[in-house]
């Protein structure tokens, strides 16, 4: 199994863990989602280590994502980015 450690932009509140979480559930080869709403960080168990899938997955969500290669890196900036909510997601409006 592999370990896959995503950042999320655009998640500020409960509902968008949800949207993040059920988009990521739904591809194949997943075994469990842990989505970090005040880091930004989203960590994947799968099958494989594919991961082009799931960045897609939450960019059709909105939620641009990347992957994480440093799980301890220096925190990000706060950034206004479209999609979450306030950019264009469903989830609060």
Known sequence: MAQINLSVQGMTCGSCVKHVTKA????????????????????????????????HALDEEGYPSSLDLDEQ?????????????????????
């Open 73 to 93: 890196s220096t925190p990000k900036l706060e950034k206004k980015t479209a999609g979450g909510c306030g950019g264009g997601s469903c989830c609060c409006g």
């Open 24 to 55: 990521i559930e739904a591809l194949v080869g997943i075994e469990s989602v842990h989505v970090d709403l005040q880091s930004g960080r989203v960590q994947v168990q799968r099958t494989s280590n594919q991961s082009d899938d799931l960045i």
